[in-house]
């Protein structure tokens, strides 16, 4: 995701709605994990950083759902287990 913004930096609570974040491959600079999602008050993905548990919501963060908000979406992968 693009975590460049202070806005990000910065966060400790609600959804994170930015209006200045990049979503191209170029813009990404740092690696979250996707626990979980909500709807209240808005679609939102649960994430979880790796900045410590002094940052955001006990080191996790909420992030709008919809529209790729600061490329959350754009090189996203997972494990396949055989």
């Known amino acids: ?10 966060y400790d609570h609600g959804v994170y709605d930015p209006h200045k ?3 191209k491959d170029r813009q990404l ?3 979250v994990l996707a626990i979980g999602y909500g709807t209240t008050p808005m679609n939102y993905w649960l994430m ?3 900045w410590g548990t002094d940052w955001g919501l006990q080191g996790f ?6 529209n790729n ?11 396949v287990i055989q």
Do not use: E, L, R, W
Not at 61 to 66: H, P, S, V
């Open 69 to 79: 908000k600061c490329g959350i979406c754009t090189s996203s992968v997972y494990p």
């Open 21 to 23: 974040c990049g979503s």
């Open 48 to 50: 979880k950083n790796s």
């Open 1 to 10: 995701m693009d975590a460049s913004d202070d806005s990000f930096q910065f």
């Open 29 to 31: 600079d740092h690696g």
């Open 61 to 66: 963060f909420k992030i709008a759902k919809d």
